[in-house]
């Protein structure tokens, strides 16, 4: 299957600072990028989509000044998680979709901390 | 909004025995996705299902969507230790252009 390739795997940060996390699709371009955060032991919970060229489209409670989304490629999404702190320490994955009613493909995931 | 149920939360099997887990939508789906977790690490997917009364098989793991794409169960047969992990059921409710939603997931423990 298709690769989606997401940078870094793990990070760890000091409270205030930010976070950029990369989501790349390797061997397809995405029309549609989903970002998705996940606490200890609870499921994943989408946070915004991206369309590349376009702004994202943020999930209720998803704070849009604080989780920067650019997609400036169909191979590229970034997430910059600003001004860190430790609760949005989490794991972080992204998914891409080539087209409509197609499989979405997940990367590695990255494990953020906030210190 | 889309919610899933996914049960049971947990599972404890003997290696060898069989087993299932389910996966309820409030709404009808229009697809259905089990992806295989280990915690904290990326999703590995195992099947897509998209049509009513489908029913998809891959090695030991069998998934199927009842005819109201409303529920899906997926079976392990004859259950091994790398079957072990997070299963995750993701609902597609607009053809990939929404994300998905996950339900829960099931620990399936799998003991020698």
């Known amino acids: 299957g298709a690769v989606v390739s997401q940078h870094p795997s793990w990070v760890i940060c000091k409270s205030g600072t930010s976070v950029k996390i990369e989501c790349r699709s390797l061997?397809?371009?995405?029309?549609?990028m989903f970002w998705y955060r996940q606490f200890p032991k609870q499921s994943l919970m989408l946070m915004a989509t991206s369309n590349e060229g376009s702004k994202a489209t943020y999930e209720q409670g998803v704070e849009k000044d604080k989780f920067l989304i650019n997609h400036a490629s169909l191979t590229l999404s970034t997430l910059t998680v600003t001004s860190a702190h430790p609760e949005d320490s989490s794991f972080y994955i992204c998914s891409a979709v080539l087209m409509m009613n197609t499989e979405a493909f997940f990367g590695q995931g990255t494990r953020l901390t906030v210190v | 909004s889309q919610e899933l149920e996914q049960s049971p939360q947990s599972l404890i099997v003997q290696e060898g025995k069989n087993l299932t887990i389910n996966c309820t939508s409030s709404k009808t789906l229009y697809g259905l996705y089990w992806y295989k977790q280990k915690y904290g690490e990326g999703l590995i997917f195992l099947m897509m299902?998209?049509?009513?009364?489908e029913e998809k098989s891959h090695e030991k793991i069998t998934a199927k969507l009842d005819e109201k794409k409303q529920q899906s169960s997926l079976h392990i047969t004859a259950s091994q230790p790398s079957h072990a992990g997070i299963y995750l059921c993701g609902a597609d409710a607009r053809g990939g252009a929404d994300g998905l939603t996950f339900g829960k997931g099931t620990h399936l423990i799998i003991q020698p």
């Open positions: 299902l998209q049509k009513g009364g």
């Open positions: 061997d397809f371009q995405a029309t549609t």
